[in-house]
């Protein structure tokens, strides 16, 4: 045959025929098989296609046909054909499951109500298409719809596409173009070899009409394109032959990637034979290269200039690198990968005779000689090889027989010699360590089965979760919100929000905020000036594109966390104006930095606003704060301190000197001592280490599913031991000398006894409190945006140094974070390239989240905004009875979100409050842009109570009343934002609970009845034994489900479906019948019962347990609850206290947490007496209190 003859000539290694007029019955087909065999040498694979015919040999018309040969075809792993006989197509395996998918299609040339003739291949077509149900036939664009499936199946499973079509249409036709933007195809000759004018592919035509399709892929590995003259090749055929050359290893490359495994790690600390060779093979190490010595020298050095000059800090540097090799060398050479204890030495050996005995026969098979890995193979074994012309190939195979036999007997009795391994290792873990070898070897066991069970519950209860294996990009840039009033730009992974000015003209200006998902992509004309909207009519949907390489991948990931650094700067926040600059020159440790702590700065001189000034004079220095000094060099024991209570499998250090490595060291007294030093030079004189510069920013989805570029979360890695610094600086020392000092008692997080459950219950005591007086409140709860990537690193040291922080200390801090190169990890792994700051570029900003840091420098930084925002702004007031107790505030802010407050005490109308919560929120607004934060507007929302009389009673004002008021918050740059308002009904969803101020629990139950279903549910499906079963129960599943149970009010029926749901999926796998006795489930051991937990009792015991705790502390809770109390004592009109004598029915008052505490108390036949609580006097002897009485009524409602 013609065609198989220019195949052969041509070396072709993939050949697709269009168009090949063939009735390809069963005999024509094996004449080809036959014949492509001859020529071949058997190596070929065919697939031919063509129109339902008669079962005659002959002309058929249409029809396609495709031949693999050579080794490309041992790479065809599928092959088919479409049942119109219009392609055929071949699945080509590449690396690591992807490959090609390659079609070879023919379209025909005539359209819907084209004339053809009967034996045409669109006329046979039509009617085929007819006979499978189709009413109105089109094979023309059928042809399309049908490779679009096959395409969409192979390249879900990662195979690249590449087309072989004879179109009949130039590549521009409509609907040629949807299909092959819909699958990323473009004409890959055209687009290699930049051709403007191509020469046609037709005899009888001026255009190109065949095409060979591809995707970046294929362009890339294209070494050589193009298309034929004439007949060349193929004499009879009117069509040009267009070919490719590509590049075979490009080509099949692991172009999408298989996710990185888990990171290894040589040994862990329970392996303690391990890990005491790795402290004596390090010991010798640092012996041998006098590390100990050389690192006092270098001490010594700088200590005596008492700086660190160019010369000693690239000593520093270089002797660094020394101890990390070290470091590395000595966890490599303990840490080589072995086959654990579940496989004993002897049938590990067992299975290496048998991989040696294989070899040996394969390579007399092959007649090679014997390979350098056998050779060490089998010194390895201690055995003599044969000279490979003495063995015969029966007597190799007899080798190998009798080393399977080996390996089973070995295999039965594996148990046995299993268990004498086992017992000789840990007698040796026992004489090495000085410890019992019964002791050791119930810990390896007890470690086993512990790893095992935790890992396993993990796996089944933790929340679904993959690596970042691919991101998705919007493909559109501007997009408009339905209501108009912002437009959104895609800027490098972020989008900016542009207000409105007029009608269709947008500002230039713009700020970070996620986009809502009803926006519709829209064409703009931008200007220096204004940005106007040509078409806002436009209902065009956005679209995305999914990124799954991990070059494009790495690099949109790096274009959009730099863009992401840069917005402070971007928007000009007034920290980083030119005006502010002297202030922070130095890193923040200028002389200027000495004149703001000493009160001498001449404000004046700079062009500052005046709450500016107001914060710099803020950071004015105490006496007692003067007289605060935090050493330079952290202590061994502080070191060993911090290393023994960090957990041994956080993720760290760029450098791969891993936790496991660090509290192995932190063991080590004289170790410990070197490293405590080693780690403090640069922060004892200010300079930057290397090794700490590199940091490795871990994206992580925000949303679980969600991965779109924009909302992602970054967590940095540095390294372990220069965090291991900054936490006993700032845990040890800068934030309890600011504790000391006094910050602010309405900021919570990242302080010790001030949690989310602390901070939760002083809002719900709020929102009760004015439930109970029937005064106007309301809520401003405002989000920050990345709130530690907004933190300037200079500033802190202002503060830092306040605190009592060193300069060099705080320089060195300072100047490391500024000057990170920042990698990205991915699923694929850590970038090889990373970001920095350029000169000439935009700073970045920010402190990388995942710095021990950061919490502690927040508090003390929003304690100076939440004192100045307290002097000059009213919020709420909560007076007991009398009016000698008080508690003020503006707010309370947990980390960076803060609830600003206000109420109206003047008239008690909403009027009033809605203009104190704008000027509250608004002064708010403007003091956190004072060190370069900024709101995330569309978290923000207000609500609050109001109170109308209706019928004699006090009723809240529906949104209704007052739907003409409304809250505007304006930004740095005079930028207005309308802010939403939620109904006095719904939740505010923080702090781990869903608060309500009307103390609606139902939001809060129905969370945790999802929650709980969700997790019974996984239960349920799963195999346990006993002892798994109770451990997940009391570990994973009721810690999760009651964490907010100290504050919630559940009702006896809510709680008895938690715990229906709980022992539906429990008791069959604690082996406890469903029907037994309930008190027997929750009774004591020993008592006789089987102690299963009740949620009723842990919320009791939750609830009343923190009540009393913070009566106890008798801080700013314990105030609150007080004069909460007495409100509510006044409002029941009982002269008893209410929790001390709790038999009194009070449910007539307001419902909340003291209604909740006392009936409990009352049903638990308990009592708290809280000292000197108000109650209301009797007057006169004999007198008895009224609400006592009718409380006692029988039939009395509490509306009544």
């Known amino acids: 045959m013609e065609e198989l003859d220019a195949i052969r000539e041509m070396q072709f290694d993939l050949t697709g025929m269009i168009e090949t007029n063939i009735n390809w019955t069963h005999d024509a087909r094996n004449h080809f098989h036959t014949a492509a065999g001859l020529r071949f040498n058997n190596t070929a694979r065919c697939v031919m296609a063509n129109t339902k015919g008669s079962g005659e040999e002959g002309y058929l018309p249409g029809g396609t046909a495709m031949i693999s040969q050579g080794k490309f075809s041992g790479r065809v792993i599928s092959r088919g054909m479409d049942t119109l006989g219009s392609f055929t197509w071949m699945a080509i395996r590449g690396k690591k499951d992807t490959g090609l998918i390659v079609i070879t299609a023919y379209r025909v040339c005539q359209k819907v109500g084209s004339r053809s003739g009967p034996d045409t291949a669109f006329t046979r077509m039509c009617v085929q298409m007819r006979e499978e149900g189709h009413k109105n036939p089109d094979p023309r664009n059928q042809i399309l719809k049908n490779m679009s499936s096959i395409l969409d199946e192979w390249m879900?499973?990662?195979?690249?596409?590449?087309?072989?079509?004879?179109?009949?249409?130039?590549?521009?036709?409509?609907?040629?173009?949807?299909?092959?933007?819909?699958?990323?195809?473009?004409?890959?000759?055209?687009?290699?070899?930049?051709?403007?004018?191509?020469?046609?592919?037709?005899?009888?035509?001026?255009?190109?009409?065949?095409?060979?399709?591809?995707?970046?892929?294929?362009?890339?590995?294209?070494?050589?394109?193009?298309?034929?003259?004439?007949?060349?090749?193929?004499?009879?055929?009117?069509?040009?032959?267009?070919?490719?050359d590509l590049d075979e290893k490009l080509l099949f490359r692991d172009d999408l990637f298989t996710p990185m495994p888990g990171y290894h790690r040589e040994f862990r600390l329970y392996d303690s034979k391990r890990k005491t060779n790795f402290i004596e093979s390090l010991q010798e190490a640092y012996e041998r290269q006098r590390i100990a010595e050389r690192v006092d020298e270098i001490a010594l050095r700088m200590e005596e200039k008492n700086c660190a000059d160019e010369t000693d800090i690239e000593a520093y540097n270089k002797l660094d690198e020394e101890i990390v090799e070290l470091i590395r060398s000595a966890a490599t050479k303990v840490g080589r990968v072995d086959f654990g204890y579940q496989r004993s030495p002897d049938l590990c050996i067992a299975g290496k005779r048998i991989r040696m005995h294989k070899s040996i026969m394969s390579c007399i098979r092959n007649n090679i000689r014997y390979t350098e890995k056998l050779k060490n193979l089998a010194e390895e074994l201690e055995y003599e090889l044969p000279i490979q012309e003495s063995i015969t190939m029966k007597q190799a195979l007899t080798n190998v027989c009798e080393a399977w036999k080996a390996k089973r007997i070995i295999e039965?009795?594996?148990?046995?010699?299993?268990?004498?391994?086992?017992?000789?290792?840990?007698?040796?873990?026992?004489?090495?360590?000085?410890?019992?070898?019964?002791?050791?070897?119930?810990?390896?066991?007890?470690?086993?089965?512990?790893?095992?069970?935790?890992?396993?519950?993990?796996?089944?209860?933790?929340?679904?979760?993959?690596?970042?294996?691919?991101?998705?990009?919007?493909?559109?840039?501007?997009?408009?919100?339905?209501?108009?009033?912002?437009?959104?730009?895609?800027?490098?992974?972020?989008?900016?929000?542009?207000?409105?000015?007029?009608?269709?003209?947008?500002?230039?200006?713009?700020?970070?905020?996620?986009?809502?998902?009803?926006?519709?992509?829209?064409?703009?004309?931008?200007?220096?000036?204004v940005i106007h909207v040509k078409n806002p009519e436009s209902i065009q949907q956005w679209t995305w594109t999914k990124v799954t390489k991990p070059e494009e991948m790495e690099e949109w990931l790096m274009r959009r966390n730099k863009r992401h650094l840069q917005q402070m700067y971007i928007e000009q926040s007034p920290p980083t104006t030119e005006e502010f600059e002297p202030i922070l020159a130095e890193y923040g440790t200028s002389s200027i930095t000495d004149e703001i702590l000493n009160g001498t700065v001449d404000l004046n001189s700079f062009d500052l606003t005046d709450e500016m000034k107001l914060l710099l004079q803020s950071l004015r220095q105490t006496p007692e704060e003067k007289e605060m000094h935090i050493p330079g060099r952290m202590p061994r024991e502080a070191f060993q301190e911090v290393m023994k209570i960090q957990n041994e499998n956080t993720s760290s250090s760029p450098s791969a000197l891993h936790y496991t490595l660090w509290k192995a060291i932190a063991e080590v007294d004289e170790l410990a001592e070197i490293h405590a030093l080693w780690v403090s030079i640069p922060f004892m004189y200010g300079f930057i280490c290397e090794r700490h510069k590199r940091e490795i920013d871990c994206m992580l989805e925000k949303k679980p599913g969600v991965r779109q570029i924009h909302i992602m979360r970054i967590i940095g890695l540095m390294e372990a031991c220069w965090n291991a610094y900054l936490k006993w600086a700032y845990n040890k020392h800068v934030m309890p000398n600011a504790e000391k000092s006094g910050l602010s008692s309405n900021q919570w997080g990242g302080r010790r006894g001030r949690g989310a459950i602390a901070c939760a219950m002083r809002k719900l005591m709020t929102w009760e409190y004015f439930r109970f007086v029937k005064e106007t409140v309301l809520a401003f709860p405002g989000d920050l945006q990345s709130n530690f990537d907004r933190m300037i690193p200079s500033f802190n040291s202002i503060i830092s140094m306040k605190y009592g922080m060193s300069r060099n200390a705080a320089r060195c801090r300072a100047a490391t974070v500024e000057a990170f190169e920042r990698n990205i990890r991915t699923a694929a792994g850590t970038s090889q390239r990373a970001y920095r700051h350029e000169e000439g570029e935009i700073k970045l900003g920010g402190e990388i989240q995942g710095k021990p840091d950061n919490m502690q420098l927040w508090a003390m930084e929003s304690s100076l905004l939440l004192k100045m925002h307290e002097d000059h702004c009213h919020g709420v007031e909560l007076k007991d009875p009398t009016g000698t107790m008080s508690s003020k505030r503006t707010g309370d802010a947990y980390v960076d979100d803060k609830d600003t407050l206000a109420s109206a005490p003047e008239t008690n109308t909403i009027e009033e409050g809605v203009e104190n919560i704008q000027t509250n929120a608004q002064f708010w607004a403007i003091l956190i842009t004072l060190v370069g934060q900024a709101f995330a507007f569309h978290k923000c929302f207000w609500q609050g109570l109001c109170w109308m009389a209706l019928g004699g009673y006090y009723v809240i004002k529906t949104r209704d009343k007052f739907e003409d008021l409304e809250v505007w918050i304006q930004d740095h740059r005079g930028k207005a934002t309308k802010i939403e308002y939620r109904h006095h009904d719904k939740p505010n969803d923080g702090l781990g609970l869903r608060l309500c101020p009307t103390a609606n629990q139902t939001p809060e139950y129905e969370k945790r009845l999802d929650q709980t279903k969700t997790l019974t549910s996984k239960i349920k499906g799963t195999s346990f034994k006993i002892g798994e079963a109770w451990t997940a129960l009391k570990v994973c599943v009721l810690p999760a489900i009651t964490y907010p149970f100290a504050l919630t009010r559940f009702s006896k029926r809510q709680l008895g479906r938690l715990n229906t749901l709980i022992e539906e999926a429990f008791l069959p796998k604690l082996g406890i019948n469903r029907k037994m006795k309930r008190a027997v489930l929750r009774a004591p051991i020993e008592l006789g019962g089987i102690a299963l937990p009740n949620v009723q009792t842990i919320q009791d015991q939750k609830g009343i347990v923190n009540v009393m705790r913070q009566l106890q502390l008798g801080k700013e809770i314990a105030t609150d609850f007080r004069i909460l109390l007495a409100q509510a004592q006044l409002d029941s009109g009982l002269v008893h206290p209410i929790l001390d004598k709790t038999d009194t029915d009070i449910s007539y008052i307001e419902p909340g947490m003291i209604v909740h505490l006392h009936d409990r108390l009352d049903a638990l036949d308990g009592s708290i007496v809280v000292e000197n609580q108000w109650c209301p006097k009797l007057q006169r002897i004999h007198d008895e209190s009224i609400m006592e009485k009718i409380s006692k009524l029988p039939g009395v409602r509490p509306r009544e």
Not at 167 to 186: A, Y
């Open 156 to 244: 879900g499973k990662g195979f690249h596409p590449l087309v072989m079509i004879d179109s009949n249409s130039d590549i521009t036709e409509s609907k040629l173009r949807e299909f092959n933007d819909l699958h990323g195809l473009s004409d890959i000759i055209t687009a290699c070899r930049d051709l403007t004018n191509a020469p046609p592919t037709y005899a009888r035509g001026k255009q190109r009409i065949d095409f060979i399709l591809g995707d970046e892929h294929i362009k890339r590995a294209t070494v050589n394109s193009g298309s034929l003259e004439l007949h060349d090749g193929l004499k009879a055929s009117d069509h040009t032959m267009q070919f490719l």
């Open 412 to 529: 039965k009795e594996d148990g046995e010699r299993r268990a004498k391994w086992l017992d000789e290792i840990c007698r040796e873990i026992a004489r090495e360590t000085g410890s019992d070898a019964d002791k050791v070897y119930k810990r390896m066991i007890q470690c086993a089965l512990s790893k095992g069970v935790f890992k396993r519950l993990k796996s089944i209860l933790k929340r679904e979760w993959s690596a970042l294996d691919y991101i998705e990009v919007p493909n559109e840039i501007w997009y408009l919100d339905k209501n108009g009033d912002e437009l959104y730009e895609f800027d490098n992974g972020i989008f900016v929000a542009h207000s409105k000015f007029e009608e269709n003209l947008y500002e230039t200006y713009g700020s970070i905020k996620v986009p809502p998902k009803d926006v519709v992509v829209v064409e703009v004309e931008k200007s220096e000036d």
